[in-house]
């Protein structure tokens, strides 16, 4: 029973030591308030011996073996990552929520080369680093252990932004009602020479008509009766 016992015990402290073994130091869930920082290197055979150094806003995180990668996470702002050479660095303007890849390269110097560090575009940091060439940094390399994640890593691909919606189409009525055509006739202009002309002719004045009806009449009786009193 004893010996049973021991055994369940020695069972569960390999499993605990062999989990904490798996846990990268300083790992920590993803968290949506900060940015994601992956820094990698390339495996090759120049500089494979040089191990440089990786700075965030002048605290060293690591240094970088050939052929590694690890994670680190970052508040929002602006922060400097640089290597060992201290003439090129990156100012990142980390975004909440967003991932950032940041290679390191390695330039030849006057008596050994050194490391020189490079922000890449999103799809080709993605590609870069899950290739099956990487591994995460070793543990022994990692100086900022509560900043710095050797854990396997996850990148997300880029979210794409939604297209934007085409402009609603005017409705075009099936039968649209006839328009009304209003035409104007320009009155006739006055032929020239008449605007101020008199005419005369030898029909009666109207003003010397009588408003009597038998004025005509009586007024040729008139006459003749004159007519006839002159000869007697």
């Not at 050994?112 to 890449?120: E, I, T």
């Not at 060439?133 to 880029?158: M, N, Y």
């Not at 209003?182 to 004045?205: C, D, F, K, R």
């Amino acid at each position: 029973m004893r010996r049973a016992v021991l055994n369940l015990l020695l069972l569960a402290f390999a499993l605990t030591t062999w989990a904490q073994d798996k846990a990268a130091p300083g790992a920590t869930s993803q968290d949506s308030t900060k940015a994601t920082v992956y820094v990698y290197r390339y495996k090759q055979f120049v500089g494979a011996a040089l191990s440089p150094s990786v700075y965030c806003d002048d605290v060293q995180l690591a240094r970088m073996e050939n052929g590694r990668y690890f994670t680190t996470t970052v508040e929002p702002g602006k922060h400097i990552f640089r290597s060992n050479d201290e003439q090129s660095g990156i100012v990142l303007l980390a975004v909440a929520g967003q991932q950032y890849f940041i290679r390191v390269d390695i330039a030849a110097g006057f008596m050994k080369g050194h490391g020189r560090l490079q922000l890449m575009d999103g799809q080709q940091g993605m590609y870069e680093l899950t290739s099956d060439k990487l591994k995460p940094l070793d543990v022994g390399k990692v100086i900022a252990k509560d900043k710095v994640s050797v854990e396997v890593a996850h990148p997300q691909p880029p979210t794409q932004a939604a297209p934007a919606a085409a402009p609603a189409a005017t409705p075009v009525a099936s039968n649209p009602a006839p328009t009304a055509v209003v035409q104007q006739t320009a009155a006739p202009a006055a032929q020239p020479g008449l605007q101020n002309a008199t005419v005369t002719t030898n029909a009666v004045s109207p003003s010397s008509m009588s408003s009597d009806p038998t004025s005509l009449g009586d007024a040729a009786r008139l006459a003749r009766q004159k007519k006839q009193g002159q000869q007697k």
